[in-house]
Structure formats: C-alpha cells, structure tokens
C-alpha cells in the first residue's frame, strides 16, 4: 500500500473513532481520553527516557473525578499550577532555552504539567454547568484543523519567514499567520449556527486555539528534537504516535477552559 493510502486510512479511523466517542455519551468521551492519555504518557515516558508509574496513577484519580462529575475542591489551584507549567514551557520553546529532564523529579513534574493536568482539563471542557457539549469540543477540532490545514497551505506557498527554524523548520511566520486568520473565520462561522456561545466568544476561542495550540505543536517537536527522534511512536501508520497527533489539543485546552470557565 502507498504511504498515503495508509496515512490518509490512518486518520480516517482516528477521526470516526474519536469523533464518535465524543458524540456518543459523555462516558465514551472520557474514556477515550484516558486511553488516549495514557498511550500519550507511555510515549512521553519513552522520549525522555524514563519509567515511572506515578503519572498513570495520577491520571487515574483525575480521570475518577471527571467520571464521578465530583466538584474537586482544588480545581483553581491545579488550574493555576497547569497555566503557570504551560507558560513556563511556551518560555522555554521561546528563549531557546533545553526543558531539563536529567533528574527523576523534574521528569515526572514535567510528565504532570504536560500532560496529566492539560488532559484532565480536556475532559472537562465541554461540561458547562454541569451538562456535557459535545459539540464545544467538535468545534475545537474542527478549528485545528483548519488551522493546520490552512498554516500548511499558506506557509508551502507563501512562506519566507521562520518561525521556530531550530524546533520545526518547515513552520513559517506566513504559515502561522494564515492559519491564524482562517481559524477566525472557522469561529466566525461556528458562532453564527453553533447555537452555544456568541459570535464574539467562538472568535475569541478560534484565536486560542489557533495561538496555542501552535504552541504546543511546537513545544511537542522541541521534546523531539532535544531526544533526537522523529516521532513521539508508531501507532498510527503514516502519522507517528498519538502524542503527535494530540499534542495541539491537549496543551491549548488548559487556555480555552480558562476562557470558557472563568473569563465569560
């Protein structure tokens, strides 16, 4: 089979599977996240070189919680510690400066922040007073992929600039840009027949999406490139791993929660 039969076969099952999950019930939603999560935490683990089962125990509880729909009484201060990890390596990806990972705490600090914590806000995200939306997180895929899809185009066509050369040196200034403004008017058009949330907000949600999870595409290649390989693992053919392929989800969800859930 040509490489792109299996590529394009490849996301074609991804996209029912996780599409479906997401549409069928708030369960299978969860549920597919956890899986996703913990494939995305064993990847992680084989990229900076460690074994180490507190993460997978951690995404246990959170995952508990969220199936539980229990109010947790430290969600603000797990929230607060997950944008400050976020932040802290979007400045890392920024100054150029190497996400240390040469002793066993700060591996797995970093395995918490970087993906235990953005992945228990994932799952919560389309829980809006205690209802489930899917179609709040549709929508968000949906954005990314116009994001990516038009960042491509613009930046194969148009593209001069580098934007991070030393992390992902096909990403160009012109690509990020382009698919910046086609994001806007994904969430311009999202907001006119979504029927959740006004114009305003789902533009404002589409310049999240698009920003960070630029960033965290980013952020992922840096890890990469820091381990010297090239794909985060093999299970999906033609793709990588799953952390290639959730990596812009799962880091820009923490700022779209803090959008949906404290700031409207």
Same mark, same amino acid.
């Given at each position: ?75 603000d201060?797990?929230?607060g ?29 970093l ?7 953005p ?40 593209? +001069?600039? $580098?934007?991070?050369?030393? !992390?992902?040196?096909?990403? *160009? @200034?012109?690509?990020?840009? =382009? #698919? /910046? %403004?086609f ?38 290649? +840096?890890? $990469?490139?820091?381990?010297? !390989?090239?794909?985060?693992? *093999? @299970?999906?053919?033609?793709? =990588? #791993? /799953? %952390? ?21």
């Open positions: 089979m040509s490489n792109l039969f299996v590529r394009s076969l490849s996301a074609l099952v991804y996209a029912i599977l996780f599409i479906s999950a997401i549409l069928y019930s708030a369960e299978t939603y969860i549920g597919l996240l956890a899986l996703f999560a913990t494939v995305c935490i064993w990847e992680l683990s084989k990229i900076i070189q460690t074994k180490n089962i507190i993460p997978y125990i951690l995404l246990a509880s959170v995952v508990y919680l969220t199936f539980k729909n229990t109010t947790f009484k430290y969600t201060f797990l929230f510690i997950t944008i400050v990890g976020s932040t802290a390596l979007i400045y890392l990806l920024i100054s150029s400066k190497l996400i240390k990972t040469d002793t066993l705490a700060k591996k797995l600090f395995q918490v922040i970087y993906l235990v914590l992945f228990y806000f994932l799952m919560n995200l389309p829980f809006i007073n205690g209802s489930y939306h899917p179609n709040i997180v549709i929508y968000i895929i949906f954005i990314i992929w116009t994001n990516d899809s038009f960042a491509f185009l613009v930046g194969k066509n148009f593209g +001069k600039r $580098k934007l991070f050369e030393k !992390v992902s040196p096909k990403k *160009t @200034i012109e690509g990020f840009i =382009g #698919g /910046l %403004l994001s806007i008017i994904a969430g311009f058009a999202i907001g006119q027949y979504s029927g959740i949330f006004s114009i305003l907000n789902w533009i404002v949600i589409a310049i999240i999406v698009a920003i960070f999870g630029s960033l965290g595409d980013l952020v992922e290649s +840096k890890f $990469k490139r820091q381990a010297n !390989v090239k794909d985060s693992g *093999t @299970i999906m053919p033609g793709h =990588g #791993g /799953l %952390l290639d392929r959730l990596d812009s989800l799962f880091f820009l969800a923490p700022f779209v929660y803090l959008y949906i859930h404290y700031i409207m």
